[in-house]
């Protein structure tokens, strides 16, 4: 039987407690979204004593689902002030929930300056003094733990969030001994905040997951992957060049943020382009096909070579190249690297930090398309803490106001990422409405806007229909993220109508239930409303719902302008 | 005749080229020039002509950008 996990930091104790029947149903961010909603005041101090932390693993995971291994981690969000779920690949969902592990509730926060390392296994939590690892990269924490402890599951913190930055994240090790992350939001900071340097998933002995009919599951599981492999986005685009098929795309589309926002597109776009990547990789003999978790046949990750053949870094995405790339024009596929790679040892989300780096050029800090000085800003200020990169780390809202910038690309204080609202202006309806700030993730209307997932372009240029769109995504996207599949899934559900009954199949062949398609409808309602009441009490009005002024100035090249009324934002959330 | 420029993207590129100033009879549509790349319809995720979409019965003038990309879904 699954259970809660429960740690409360203060009294440096843990608990096992059964699962209450509300959360029965629930997993992933409906999951983490509902133990925030109920048990976190919505004005408290993000990294005060009645924050807390949650971790839950998808309603699959464990499971033979492929593509079914992701994390949720759930808090209020030091960055946004607003209710936050992250949700990341890697081991450690799958570990959880062979655990049985419902959810991982962290509270409280200890007396005095010591730091705590927590160790999950089939008995519980054990809670255990750390001191050989403070102030280490992640990476150093990953073999140590190795060395401690065989090949666990790993959730560690950086260097970013012992200091408690803003964009700290909190990374997972995934079945290399690489990582993925938690990104948005800074939860790596509210993990700092509770003094866990690392959370270790010790899995050993753990039963398989059950399953109330087997056979059921495995027919759906094929169905499912059928699925995946079939549709040309998830099966094809991806597997191929990886998400950074987009630098093309979104460049040829006018919406590629280029100079801080200033242009839609960039001229070096070949050189940061998902071909090139690919290129690149095959020519120094990486892989330009890599799952993030095992039981990914997506596989949009890839490992990265330096010109020597040296690893440099893995899940290298579009977001941050692109941010780096174009945005901060650095034009650089090695540099970029480097860059992700030093990004993910220290700690910190490589969206929030790109973005806040192209405010900090434009603010004068540096120059645009100085990747060396971008490199030592990394290496020499946001790992060591200096005021340049706890400004830095504290997000590109931040970083705007410190140094009198007015184009700063943030909603609700969280980074804008690499799609330009107004050339593509669905996706720019999600990142004015998310409860999580902006976030593309939350309601992905590039694929519709630009190539028509789902049923017919909705043009990208046009306001209308957007709305609508963005609704129906965010509302689809909880499922995703509650089942732990990862978001790509959303292509074939959105285009082949034998996916989404594989998914309530599996669910129901797991759990023994007898739920209809017509339930995840339901469960995102639910937890979108869940998400914005939270935000509400937090102090969050319609007025939160808004792009930056600056988006009223056209682009170039097709001159598109911002032109949402707030009002016809507002109408985002009548359903 | 009139010039086009045509840019392929992802594996629209195999066998053929990245971009292309291209040579066509004025009345030419996206379409007619997707059939003489040996591309099928179906197979176009995104067509766009100066940055913008346009469906493949739409004309192509003297100067026009192309951009063909196959079914990509994002990022």
Same mark, same amino acid.
């Given at each position: ?52 932390? +949650?971790?839950? =693993? ?20 030091? &960055? ?94 995934? /079945?290399?001994?690489?990582?993925? $992350? ?24 753990? =039963?398989?997951?059950? &399953? ?7 027919? /759906? ?89 040296? %690893?440099?870094?893995?899940? &290298? ?32 989300? $490589? ?7 192209? +405010? ?14 971008? &490199? ?42 690499? %799609? ?11 990142? /004015? ?25 909705? #043009? ?84 939160? #719902? ?30 | ?75």
């Amino acid at each position: 039987m699954d259970k809660i996990f429960r740690v409360d930091m203060s009294a440096l104790n843990c608990s096992v407690e059964p699962v209450p029947s509300a959360w029965a149903a629930l997993g992933g961010r409906a999951l983490t979204s509902a133990i925030v909603a109920e048990e976190v005041p919505p004005a408290c101090h993000a990294l005060g004593a009645n924050n807390k932390l +949650v971790f839950a =693993p998808g309603m699959l995971s464990g499971t033979t689902a492929v593509n079914s291994g992701r994390l949720s981690a759930g808090a209020k969000s030091p &960055l946004t002030g607003t209710i936050k779920e992250s949700n990341a690949g890697g081991t450690a969902a799958q570990v959880l929930a062979r655990l049985g592990v419902k959810a991982l509730i962290i509270e409280g926060i200890p007396k005095g300056d010591g730091w705590y390392g927590l160790v999950v296994n089939k008995m519980g939590v054990r809670i255990v003094e750390e001191k050989e690892l403070i102030g280490k990269g992640n990476f150093a924490v990953i073999e140590a733990l190795e060395k401690r402890l065989g090949k666990t599951g790993v959730l560690t913190i950086g260097p970013a969030g012992e200091m408690k930055m803003l964009a700290a994240n909190i990374s997972v090790r995934d /079945a290399d001994g690489k990582l993925r $992350s938690h990104g948005r939001g800074g939860l790596g900071a509210v993990m700092g905040s509770k003094r866990i340097k690392y959370i270790a998933l010790d899995g050993a002995d753990a =039963p398989a997951v059950p &399953l109330a009919d087997p056979a059921k599951f495995t027919a /759906a599981a094929r169905t499912f992957a059928k699925a995946i492999m079939n549709h040309p986005g998830t099966g094809q685009g991806l597997p191929t060049y990886g998400t950074a098929e987009m630098v093309n795309i979104v460049n040829a589309a006018g919406g590629l943020p280029t100079r801080n926002f200033m242009h839609g597109r960039y001229e070096h776009n070949e050189k940061i382009s998902g071909e090139t990547l690919r290129e690149t990789i095959i020519e120094r003999g990486g892989n330009p096909s890599h799952g993030c978790q095992s039981g990914c046949i997506i596989k949009c990750s890839q490992v990265f070579l330096d010109k020597k053949g040296k %690893y440099v870094t893995s899940g &290298l995405e579009y977001e941050t190249i692109e941010i780096l790339g174009a945005n901060a024009m650095i034009g650089d596929l090695d540099v970029i690297a480097e860059a992700d790679h030093l990004m993910d040892d220290i700690g910190i989300d $490589s969206i929030e930090t790109a973005v806040a780096i192209g +405010v900090a050029m434009e603010g004068g800090v540096l120059p645009f398309g100085d990747g060396q000085g971008v &490199l030592r800003l990394l290496r020499e200020d946001l790992r060591a803490g200096t005021p340049l990169g706890r400004t830095i780390g504290s997000g590109a809202g931040n970083v705007g106001k410190l140094y009198g910038v007015t184009r700063v690309p943030v909603v609700k204080n969280q980074a804008i990422p690499a %799609y330009d609202p107004r050339a593509i202006k669905g996706i720019g309806i999600t990142y /004015a409405t998310s409860t999580m700030g902006a976030d593309h993730t939350a309601g992905y209307a590039v694929a519709t806007n630009l190539m028509g997932v789902g049923g017919g372009i909705v #043009d990208p240029l046009k306001k209308d229909g957007q709305v609508e769109l963005s609704r129906h995504l965010q509302i689809a996207t909880v499922m995703l993220d509650s089942v732990g599949l990862c978001l790509f899934i959303g292509f074939p559900s959105a285009d082949d109508p034998t996916c989404v009954p594989a998914v309530v199949d599996m669910l129901n062949a797991r759990f023994g239930l007898e739920l209809t398609p017509e339930w995840f409808g339901g469960l995102g309602v639910t937890t979108l409303k869940a998400e914005r009441a939270f935000n509400l009490a937090a102090g969050f009005t319609n007025e939160h #719902d808004r792009l930056p002024e600056f988006f009223r100035e056209p682009l170039a090249p097709n001159g598109a302008v911002w032109d949402f009324t707030g009002e016809e934002i507002d109408q985002f959330w009548n359903f | 005749m009139i010039e086009v420029t045509v840019n392929l993207l992802a594996t629209f590129r195999t066998d053929r080229f990245k971009d292309e100033l291209q040579q066509v009879c004025e009345g030419t549509t996206v379409g007619s020039l997707v059939s003489a790349l040996g591309i099928l319809e179906k197979e176009v995720g995104m067509a766009l002509v100066n940055g913008r979409h346009a469906p493949m019965a739409h004309p192509l003038s003297h100067g026009d950008v192309l951009h063909l990309a196959p079914w990509i879904a994002g990022g």
